[in-house]
Nanobody, 116 residues
């Protein structure tokens, strides 16, 4: 399974973006049963877990994005989403997704840049 992230871009502080993550090659039952995570990475730093959506649709977030970001999934499309509102300059990073055990092939990520 290959992951393909998209939807990043340049936005001013306070703006919004919606990221998509398609699990290309995943079969429906495998994707549906997989908890999915969004991560972000700033150049020179480790990858940070940002948001999680369980196979049952339950969600958790890192404190810094709570009440601003919303993770969701569409199993029929084998796609996970990250709606990002009220963006801040500190949200600038490359965003990646993977399932919880991180055994799918990582994608290129999608760059999010938030101007002040």
């Amino acid at each position: 399974v290959r992951l393909v992230e998209s939807g990043g871009g340049l936005v001013q502080a306070g703006g919004s973006l919606r990221l998509s993550c398609k699990a290309s090659g995943a079969i429906l039952s495998d994707f549906s049963s997989s908890p999915m995570n969004w991560y972000r990475q700033i150049l020179g730093k480790g990858r940070e877990l940002v948001a999680h959506v369980g196979s049952d649709g339950s969600t958790t977030y890192v404190d810094s994005v709570k009440d601003r970001f919303t993770i969701s999934r569409d199993n029929a499309k084998r796609t996970a989403y990250l709606q990002m509102n009220r963006l801040k300059p500190e949200d600038t990073a490359v965003y990646y997704c993977n399932r919880e055990n991180r055994d799918w092939t990582w994608g290129q990520g999608t760059q999010v840049t938030v101007g002040s």
